[in-house]
C-alpha cells in the first residue's frame, strides 16, 4: 500500500492510544493524536519516541526509518484538528458516558469519518446510537501493548455500516494486524472465552482441592500455557481481572458458568491487587521472587469412576506430558471449561469457530485454540468430560450446547 495522504485520527493518548498511534505510524500512517491536555499529549509523545528510539537500537528499523516514523505522529488538544480525518479511533477512559459524548462531539466535527471504538466492555451498537452516528461506529479491540500484539477483534454492531467494517478490516491488515470478527457480544472473543481459565481454577481453590501455585504448575506443565491462570491475574490486576468477570456476567444474564469467584473478590477488597501491591494470589518481593498468599486446607479429592475415565481420556490426548492424577484433574476442569465456553460463543455466534480459535491463540497466547483442540482431543471425549465434571456441581455450569454442531473448520 502507498503512504496514505489522510491523518487516522487517534483520541485519548494513555496505554492504548499512544500504542495505536505507534502502531499506524511504524506502517507509514500519518497520525492526530489528541488528549485533553498538552502535558498529556507531550508524554505521549516522548513515550512514543522514546520506542521508536529503542527499535532503531535493536536494529528493527533503521535510525532514518525511526526519524520518519516519529514525524508521522502529530499530537493536539484542538479537536477540530481531526475534521479531515476519515477514520478516528477513540481509545479514552472506559465510561459509556464519555465515550458517547467524545463520539457524537468528533462525529460532528469529522462528519465523513468513521468512528472506531476500543472499547473492552462497552455495547458497541449502544454507543453508536446513543452518540447518534450508528452506521458509522465500529468496534476495533486493539491489545496491550498495540504496537506487539498481533490481534484486533473488529465488532460490527447492530447498525455499523459494512463498508466501516471492510475499512477498518483493510487497515488493521495492513497495519500488519491479524482481524477477527466478532458479533456485538458481552467480552467479544477473547475476555469471554479466557473467563473460565481463571474462574474454575478460583473454584478449585475454594473446593480446597489444589493451591495456587500447584494449579498454575499443572496448567503450564500440561497445557503449555505460557503463564497459569494466578501468576497471569497477579499479573493484569486482580482488581481489573474482577470487573472484567463481572462486566462479562452481568452483560450476559448471569450464567452460573461466569459467576465471580467470592475468593478472589475479598482479594480485591482486601486491596490485594497481584504485583502492582506487592501481594494478590502470590506476595512479590522486589527481585519478583513469589510465595503463594492464599493457604488452604486441603480436602482430599474424591473423583467417580466416571469422571476419572473421562480425565484420563481426555488429558491421553490433550497434553503431551503425563502428569499426576490431581494435576490431570486440575488441567481437565480448567481446559474443559474453557472449551465449553468457546462452545457456547460459536452457538451463540459471536463469532465463527476459526476466529475463536486465532483470537485466543493471538490475544491471550494459547497454545492451541479451543475447538481446534477440542477436536483434536475427540469432540465425545470432551463431552463426556464436560457431563462427569457437571456431575459434580450443583450449578450445572459445565452443561454445554448441543455437541454435534460444533466444527473447528
Ligand atoms: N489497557 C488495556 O489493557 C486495554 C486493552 C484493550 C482495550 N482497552 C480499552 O482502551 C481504552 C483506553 O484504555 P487505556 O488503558 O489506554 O486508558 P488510559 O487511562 O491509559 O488512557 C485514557 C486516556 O483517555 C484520555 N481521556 C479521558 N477522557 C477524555 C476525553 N473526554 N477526551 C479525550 N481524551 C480523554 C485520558 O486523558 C487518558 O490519556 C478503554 O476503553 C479500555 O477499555 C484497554
Not at 476419572?308 to 499426576?324: H, N
Request: hydrophobic share 40%.
Amino acid at each position: 500500500m502507498s503512504t496514505p495522504q489522510k491523518s487516522i485520527g487517534v483520541i485519548g493518548a494513555g496505554t492504548m492510544g499512544a500504542g495505536i498511534a505507534q502502531s499506524a505510524a511504524h506502517a507509514g500512517w500519518p497520525v492526530l493524536l489528541y488528549d485533553i491536555n498538552q502535558m498529556l499529549v507531550d508524554q505521549a509523545k516522548e513515550s512514543i519516541t522514546k520506542r521508536f528510539a529503542r527499535l532503531v537500537e535493536k536494529s528493527r528499523i533503521t535510525e532514518e526509518e525511526g526519524i520518519y516514523c516519529q514525524e508521522r505522529i502529530t499530537i493536539t488538544t484542538c479537536l477540530n484538528d481531526l475534521a479531515n480525518c476519515d477514520l478516528i479511533i477513540e481509545a479514552i477512559v472506559e465510561d459509556f458516558d464519555v465515550k458517547s459524548k467524545v463520539l457524537k462531539g468528533v462525529g460532528d466535527v469529522a462528519p465523513n469519518a468513521i468512528l472506531a471504538t476500543n472499547t473492552s466492555s462497552l455495547s458497541v451498537s449502544e454507543l453508536g446510537s446513543v452518540c447518534g452516528f450508528p452506521e458509522r461506529v465500529v468496534g476495533m479491540h486493539f491489545f496491550n501493548p498495540a504496537p506487539i500484539m498481533p490481534l484486533v477483534e473488529v465488532i460490527c454492531g447492530k447498525e455499523t455500516s459494512e463498508s466501516a467494517v471492510q475499512r477498518v478490516t483493510l487497515l488493521a491488515e495492513a497495519w500488519g494486524k491479524t482481524v477477527v470478527h466478532v458479533s456485538d457480544t458481552p467480552g467479544f472473543i477473547v475476555n469471554r472465552v479466557a473467563r473460565p481459565y481463571y474462574l474454575e481454577s478460583w473454584r478449585i481453590v475454594e473446593d480446597g482441592i489444589a493451591p495456587v501455585d500447584l494449579i498454575d504448575n499443572s496448567m503450564q506443565s500440561l497445557g503449555e500455557f505460557r503463564m497459569g491462570p494466578f501468576m497471569l491475574t497477579d499479573l493484569i490486576g486482580q482488581d481489573i481481572n474482577v470487573a472484567t468477570t463481572r462486566s462479562v456476567w452481568d452483560r450476559l444474564g448471569n450464567p452460573s458458568r461466569l459467576a465471580p469467584s467470592a475468593k478472589q473478590e475479598s482479594l480485591v477488597q482486601l486491596g490485594n491487587l497481584g504485583r502492582k501491591t506487592g501481594s494478590g494470589a502470590y506476595t512479590h518481593d522486589d527481585r519478583d521472587n513469589i510465595i503463594p498468599a492464599i493457604l488452604i486446607e486441603i480436602a482430599e479429592l474424591e473423583v467417580s469412576d466416571r469422571l476419572a475415565k473421562a480425565i484420563e481420556e481426555f488429558c491421553l490426548e490433550a497434553s503431551c506430558t503425563g502428569g499426576s492424577m490431581i494435576e490431570q484433574y486440575i488441567f481437565a476442569r480448567v481446559l474443559g471449561g474453557i472449551m465449553n465456553e468457546a462452545m457456547w460463543a460459536v452457538t451463540e455466534g459471536v463469532a465463527s469457530a476459526k476466529d475463536i480459535d486465532t483470537a485466543m491463540k493471538l490475544g491471550t497466547n494459547y497454545p492451541q485454540g479451543p475447538l481446534e483442540w477440542a477436536e483434536n482431543i475427540g469432540l465425545d471425549k470432551v463431552h463426556n468430560l464436560l457431563i462427569a465434571l457437571n456431575e459434580t456441581v450443583s450449578d450445572d455450569r459445565f452443561a454445554s450446547p448441543p455437541f454435534g454442531t460444533i466444527s473447528a473448520g
